[in-house]
């Protein structure tokens, strides 16, 4: 089973399930779970994903529908129903998988700086190669200038945390949902900060006008560490939108 924190887990409403972003753990989101449990009453559980926090790294190769088949095992062995999933970036991605499957345990979704989009155009990755092409490669092995180009220039922190998780991480970034969004059927909450430069704001404006139920919230001062920054003001938008006061 994966690692887990869980507050009110003995109520008896519809559970929350909080999934963090790639290279995060339930520390990441911990503040969130924290500020969340003083709101609601529903069960809240935060998954270490596998291969992150204190959750075993995956033997195979990992895609997105791999992530969301072990987050849906944790779900199936504590017997959680109409439960609500809450996702940050890489978290947000594995809720668009349930919600595209339509997986019928799933109640309600918050979406918070969530990958799933296709990217306007891959200009980074063409950059890259170029950049590869005139580097010679005992340069291109140097850790302080491999560091500096996925940081600084093509601005893939994800890349550089990744470890063991390389080769998964390379396939699932080119996995997108853009052509199944319509077939959502759950309420979703889209919660965006404004100043992500990892997962731009039209992004999240194009999940709204793809997902037919969907509700779009802003946060100007927030940037892609959003719920990591200000769990506050994410609790309460939440708590909010669970009870009907944000339509």
Known sequence: MLNYLSFNETSKIPPIVILHGWGGSIKSLKKLGEKLKNKVSNPIYILDLPGFGLSPLPQKLMTTEDYKNSVKHFMQEKKLQNTILIGHSFGGKISLSFATSKEKNISKMILINSSGIKPKNN?????????????????????????????????????????????????????????????????????????????????????????PNSTFITVDEGGHDLPIKHPELVSEIISNWLKNKIK
């Open 123 to 211: 200009l980074k990755k063409k950059f890259a190669q170029i950049i590869k092409t005139i580097i010679p490669k005992t340069l291109q092995k140097n850790n302080l200038l491999k560091k500096f180009f996925y940081y600084y220039v093509l601005r893939e922190r994800d890349y550089l945390k990744a470890g063991e998780l390389k080769q998964s991480l390379s396939q699932i970034v080119n996995e997108h949902f853009d052509n199944e969004l319509a077939n959502t059927e759950i309420p979703v909450l889209i919660i965006w900060g404004v100043k992500d430069q990892y997962v731009p704001l039209w992004m999240g404006e194009k999940l709204q006008n793809f997902i």
